[in-house]
């Protein structure tokens, strides 16, 4: 079975600055996709960026970044120029050939102005 | 467009009691999810509808829970008796397509906070 591992529970970031959230996991899949979802005190989770497995090239979305290491299942977040609405629970996410989403416990960001 | 819908918002109830939420998604989406979020873990799928049909509840606790979409749309789940274990937001998302393919966006609605006493 396919596990999702965030080792860092919470992190902190002072607004404008870069912060890196970590995920790692494990699968002896060859293609999958890789998610990172935002789950803002409101509760509605919504998708930062998506990473497909065999697109060798780091997925982008503005300000969210990744960086991709498909030999060491790494998968982290880069938040560029942070801001207090970047304050969230960020979950990593994992989805196989069984289309099933598999996600990690989550990070809590937090952003100080 | 009107995202995902769910309510009630929060719920409490004592332990054995019954409890249902409901979930209207996303207009067109075919596939829908219910999520278990408990407290400090990710969300765990307990079921998955791809119309009106089940594609997976592999994690549905079947003796007390249930779950259907009647006309592949709106969703209901029941738990029944509840237990304090239950505690936990419910997540309901959907998805466009017809496969629920590997790379589609999950939209997720705003969950439901529910007690168990």
């Known amino acids: 079975a396919q596990t999702v591992t965030q080792s860092q529970p919470e992190m902190s970031v002072q607004e404008a600055e870069t912060v890196t959230l970590s995920c790692t996991y494990d699968t002896s899949e060859s293609d999958y996709y890789l998610f990172w979802y935002k789950q803002p005190p409101s509760r509605q989770m919504i998708l930062v960026i998506r990473?497909?497995?065999?697109?060798?090239q780091n997925a982008t979305e503005n300000r969210f970044s990744v960086n991709f290491q498909k030999a060491a299942k790494s998968f982290s977040l880069k938040i560029s120029d942070s801001q207090l609405g970047d304050a969230a629970m960020y979950f990593c996410?994992?989805?196989?050939?069984?289309?099933?989403?598999?996600f990690g416990k989550g990070t809590l960001l937090t952003v100080n102005p | 467009e009107a995202g995902v819908a769910q309510s009630p918002r929060y719920k409490i109830i004592e332990k054995r009691q019954s409890v249902a939420f409901w979930c209207n998604p996303i207009?067109?989406?075919?596939?829908l999810y219910w999520y278990q979020q408990i407290l400090g873990q990710g969300p765990k799928l307990l079921i998955q509808f791809q119309n009106n049909g089940v594609v997976d509840d592999s994690q549905l606790p079947k003796d007390r829970f249930s779950a259907e979409r009647l006309k592949g749309v709106d969703s209901t789940l029941k738990i029944q008796p509840a237990k304090l274990e239950d505690s936990a937001v419910y997540l309901c998302?959907?998805?466009?397509?017809?496969?629920?393919?590997?790379?589609?966006?999950?939209?997720f609605g705003p969950g439901t906070r529910l007690l168990v006493l």
């Open positions: 207009s067109g989406h075919a596939t």
């Open positions: 998302a959907s998805s466009l397509s017809q496969r629920g393919g590997r790379r589609e966006t999950q939209y």
């Open positions: 996410a994992y989805r196989g050939s069984n289309y099933k989403l598999t």
């Open positions: 990473q497909e497995a065999y697109k060798q």
